[in-house]
């Protein structure tokens, strides 16, 4: 198993910037891919952003290209997700996810990020 424990999730005004984490332990060998994940309210789970354990194919939303950064740390087992120039319309709960072959095959418990106009 793998535990995703995220955290950085905030109240913020439209225009400004917020970071998350989403730190990895357990079987994490078993994983090659990490991502976000949001669900705003009354809305389905939407993908955000993945990349790579080597970090060299980071995939994006278009609704959040150049404007979110994913990066990570593979020797602190962490992902992160560098959110610039917020919307109200990004407000969700954030979920960190882990998985192999583009398989998601964990989750975090989500972080509250809301964006206020």
């Known amino acids: 198993q793998v535990q995703l424990v995220e955290s950085g999730g905030g109240l913020v005004q439209a225009g400004d910037s917020l970071s998350l984490s989403c730190g990895a332990s357990?079987?994490?060998?078993?994983?090659?891919?990490m991502g976000w994940f949001r669900q705003a309210p009354g809305k389905e789970r939407e993908f955000v952003a993945a990349?790579?354990?080597?970090?060299?194919?980071?995939n994006y939303a278009d609704s959040v290209k150049g404007r979110f950064t994913i990066s990570r740390d593979n020797a602190k087992k962490t992902v992160f997700l560098q959110m610039n120039s917020l919307k109200p319309e990004d407000t969700a709960v954030y979920y960190c996810?882990?998985?192999?072959?583009?398989?998601?095959?964990?989750w975090g418990q989500g972080t509250q990020v809301t964006v206020s106009s």
């Open positions: 996810a882990a998985g192999s072959k583009w398989n998601w095959d964990y």
């Open positions: 357990g079987r994490t060998f078993s994983t090659d891919v």
């Open positions: 990349i790579s354990l080597s970090g060299s194919t980071p």
